[in-house]
């Protein structure tokens, strides 16, 4: 019985599979290379990552273990973190590289630009979450009141702040997603451009509900940009349409 072939990439089903196998152990063996890497400088991730508490509490920052196992579960979840934030160029490259079969010679020549922008995109969000991080300590700490001492369990800390740079980095592919839906006439620039003020709306409520933090910094940090991001995807969409 001949082999069904997909009309686009000329690829069996089973060999979809086995590709897509050979791109999930590369990205795992990424994962894994730099997870070690993030192992082995552990102590200097770890005084980056504590570096948002000490500025909102100078005077008293260290962390409490309250359980023997805290500091090897905290050191996995640094080189977890570390490996997954460091691959992230080798995870989108696969990634576009699995997807470039199924598309048409005009669209391949963005896998390159896509790639790189979705990269710059998952850092900047990443950043942003770093930098801000710092004022939803100081939020979440004034509106406890000052009777409470701040003596955090780095495992909780690094939870909430590990999963806030992973939403934002995430959130912050908005426009690569955006653009990439467009080129695909799924959506098209005087659509969204019509339906910017529905767009604004969702947006501010989506960042109130997915920060992780539930301060009003982090919300405004997440949301603006995304604003920005709607209008620039819109513009891009025109340019790359022409």
Not at 25 to 42: C, E, P
Request: aromatic share 14%; charged share 15%; proline share 5%.
């Amino acid at each position: 019985m001949p082999k069904l072939r997909n009309a686009a990439t000329g690829m069996t089903l089973t060999e979809h599979l086995a590709e897509a196998r050979q791109r999930i152990m590369i990205s795992l063996a990424a994962i894994l290379v730099f997870g070690t890497v993030a192992f082995i400088f552990y102590t200097h991730i770890l005084n980056v990552l504590q570096e948002p508490y000490c500025r909102a509490t100078p005077k008293h920052c260290l962390f409490l273990v309250t359980a023997p196992l805290d500091g090897l579960t905290l050191r996995i979840k640094i080189a977890f973190f570390g490996g997954f934030v460091l691959s992230t160029p080798v995870l989108f490259w696969e990634t576009w590289r699995f997807i470039t079969p199924g598309l048409k010679a005009k669209e391949r020549r963005y896998a390159l630009p896509f790639v790189s922008a979705s990269i710059i995109f998952f850092c900047s969000g990443v950043v942003v979450a770093y930098f801000i991080f710092q004022r939803a300590i100081s939020f979440l700490e004034a509106i406890g009141g000052h009777s409470l001492i701040t003596e955090y369990n780095p495992n909780q800390y690094l939870g909430l702040f590990i999963l806030m740079m992973f939403i934002f980095g995430l959130t912050f592919e908005f426009p690569v997603v955006l653009v990439a839906l467009e080129l695909a006439n799924v959506v098209t620039p005087a659509r969204l451009l019509k339906s910017w003020r529905y767009a604004l709306i969702a947006i501010t409520v989506f960042s109130a509900v997915i920060t992780p933090s539930s301060d009003p910094f982090s919300m405004l940090a997440l949301a603006v940009p995304l604003a920005v991001f709607y209008f620039m995807a819109i513009g891009v969409g025109k340019l790359l349409k022409k």
